[in-house]
């Protein structure tokens, strides 16, 4: 983990990018289920922001490919102006989704704090969707489907954020546990040379090696590392509480295996915890997973945990 004590955490009660209602209940089930106190009993002080809540962008039109696009801009511009302030303070900071179309916002305000500290930032997408569409190449039109190509320059749809802002460049993606891509986002990611590593993989190569690879990448260059972590990235069976699930995703092992390697390598300068669908999930189930795991992310060892009842 980053050597910064202090944690920023910062509510996005956003679902209008995801094309269904219920992830705007994320952050109040990440909150019920403990994150907070999660944290600080690790030993960190945790400033909680409470939720944002822009009034959607009138100078943004409505868009039938990018759908939502006032509400969902507006949000980006919140968040990037949060995320950014809570890193320049020398906090971590940590999103609590909200579908994952704020990432648009997150990494956008770590991009342009690691570049006025002169260090590239690497990001490290966990999630069964590569989200590398642009408007004109979405099935769906919607926007959670877009941040990657957005943060790296490649969706440039609309006047959300600056034109010359910071951007990530799009071979410092890493993304693990891919198991859904359009065709065209396919072709896309190929072309930008992003790094995937799908479910095939990881079964073949292994969790462990594979991250230790990425986290040697981000060493050897000095940068910074965004973590953004979806709900589907973990097999259904784990997490159901999300709109898209996807069967065949990391399991409850592999998933804390990379988080006590993430905070082993104490390169992780900020997180994302996305698409969490409290209406989808049985009795707070994948909220609690999702604590558990930015706990260990956070330094919480196995040897920690109760034994919970059955």
């Known amino acids: 983990m980053s050597d910064a004590a202090d944690i920023t955490l910062i509510g996005v009660p956003l679902e209008e990018g995801s094309?269904?209602?219920?992830?705007?209940?994320?952050?109040?089930?990440?909150?019920?289920?403990?994150?907070?106190?999660?944290?600080s009993d690790l030993g960190y002080h945790v400033d909680d922001r409470g939720d944002l809540r822009p009034s959607p962008a009138a100078d943004l039109p409505e868009m039938d490919d990018a759908k939502h696009l006032p509400v969902v801009g507006a949000f980006t511009r919140a968040i990037e102006a949060e995320t950014y302030?809570?890193?320049?303070?020398?906090?971590?900071?940590?999103?609590?989704?909200?579908?994952?179309?704020?990432?648009?916002?997150?990494?956008?305000?770590?991009?342009?704090?690691?570049?006025?500290k002169g260090r590239p930032l690497f990001v490290l997408w966990l999630d069964a969707h590569a989200d590398f569409n642009a408007p004109e190449t979405s099935p769906s039109g919607n926007i959670h489907g877009m941040p990657v190509a957005y943060f790296c320059g490649q969706a440039?749809?609309?006047?959300?954020?600056?034109?010359?802002?910071?951007?990530?460049d799009p071979r410092h993606v890493y993304q693990v546990g891919i198991r859904s891509v359009d065709e065209d986002e396919r072709r896309?990611?190929?072309?930008?040379?992003?790094?995937?590593?799908?479910?095939?993989?990881?079964?073949?190569?292994?969790?462990?090696?594979?991250?230790?690879?990425?986290?040697?990448?981000?060493?050897?260059?000095?940068?910074?590392?965004?973590?953004?972590?979806?709900?589907?990235?973990?097999?259904?069976?784990?997490?159901?509480?999300?709109?898209?699930?996807?069967?065949?995703g990391a399991t409850f092992r592999e998933a804390h295996l990379i988080m006590e390697l993430l905070h082993d390598s104490d390169l992780v300068s900020s997180l994302d915890l996305v698409e969490l669908n409290p209406f989808l999930d049985d009795r707070g189930r994948s909220a609690r997973v999702m604590v558990d795991l930015a706990a260990s992310l956070f330094g919480k060892r196995i040897l920690d945990r109760p034994t919970r009842a059955a």
């Open 188 to 248: 896309a990611i190929r072309d930008n040379a992003v790094n995937v590593f799908d479910m095939r993989a990881i079964d073949e190569e292994g969790m462990g090696a594979i991250l230790k690879r990425i986290l040697a990448d981000v060493r050897q260059a000095n940068a910074l590392l965004h973590v953004s972590l979806d709900v589907d990235f973990l097999d259904p069976d784990v997490a159901p509480g999300v709109g898209t699930t996807v069967p065949g």
């Open 85 to 116: 302030a809570a890193a320049h303070r020398g906090t971590v900071p940590v999103l609590l989704g909200g579908d994952h179309s704020l990432s648009m916002g997150s990494v956008s305000g770590m991009a342009r704090h690691a570049h006025e």
């Open 19 to 39: 094309g269904r209602g219920g992830c705007g209940m994320g952050p109040a089930a990440l909150r019920i289920a403990g994150i907070a106190q999660a944290l």
């Open 156 to 168: 440039e749809f609309a006047p959300i954020l600056d034109a010359t802002r910071p951007l990530v």
